[in-house]
């Protein structure tokens, strides 16, 4: 599993955009990047899943660029609700030991 | 739809007690997986489910913890002679599929274990 760094912590306002980096230097050839996002007493809800360039729903958009050794979270116009935990997941289809690291604890404030 | 729910929301025990916790899948979902997450931490992978099989068990922290999974669907993680440093929120996900990072995991609420 390719190991990732992100942010401790970010703040923001109501209405900004947040961005959220996580590094993952030893990404495979076959690696997915996944994120999850967690509120406080629940478990991980899945976001977003990319492989190269952007994807895009309904939630936040996912910059990855073409070497794939980091990608970007962007969560548009945040709302105090987007308070939570942000995890960034790289690995391949086979690779069922997930690693949820510590995450990054987005505060946003009004 | 029904999502994963877990059993019991809460719980606590006493230190050497033995403990079983309850994971109900999504319906049809032949992935299962169960985490642990401290105060404050992510999320340690504990063991996962193909089926009724665990292909891999080596992230169980030790041999007081086991896991079976039956009819593959619903899971139970047992903890026996409980130990303080067994408090935790255990949650557990599933999948569609085989499983892996390529698939979403759909997690439920967590059990809150407390060992006194």
């Known amino acids: 599993l390719a190991k990732t760094t992100q942010p401790i912590s970010m703040d923001s306002y109501e209405g900004q955009e947040v961005n959220i980096t996580c590094s993952h230097n030893n990404i495979a050839t076959n690696d997915y990047i996944t994120w999850y996002q967690q509120f406080p007493s629940q478990g991980p809800r899945f976001i977003i899943q990319?492989?190269?360039t952007k994807v895009t729903n309904e939630v936040a958009s996912l910059f990855i660029p073409a070497d794939r050794k980091s990608s970007t979270l962007s969560l548009p116009r945040v709302s105090l609700s987007d308070t939570a935990v942000y995890y960034c997941l790289v690995g391949r289809p086979s690779d069922y030991k997930l690693s949820f690291g510590a995450g990054t604890t987005v505060t946003v404030r009004a | 739809g029904a999502g994963v729910s877990q059993s019991p929301s809460n719980k606590v025990t006493e230190k050497g007690k033995d403990v079983e916790l309850r994971c109900d899948p999504i319906?049809?979902?032949?992935?299962l997986y169960w985490y642990r997450q401290s105060l404050g931490q992510g999320l340690e992978f504990l063991i996962y489910?193909?089926?009724?099989?665990?292909p891999d068990k080596s992230g169980l922290p030790s041999d007081r913890f086991s896991a079976e999974r039956t009819g593959g669907s619903v899971s139970t993680l047992t903890i026996q002679r409980t130990q303080q440093e067994d408090s935790a929120v255990y949650l557990c996900a599933s999948s569609w599929g085989l499983g892996g990072a390529g698939e979403t995991q759909y997690f439920g609420p967590g059990t809150r274990l407390l060992v006194l």
């Open positions: 319906s049809g979902h032949t992935a």
């Open positions: 489910f193909q089926g009724n099989s665990a």
């Open positions: 990319g492989y190269k």
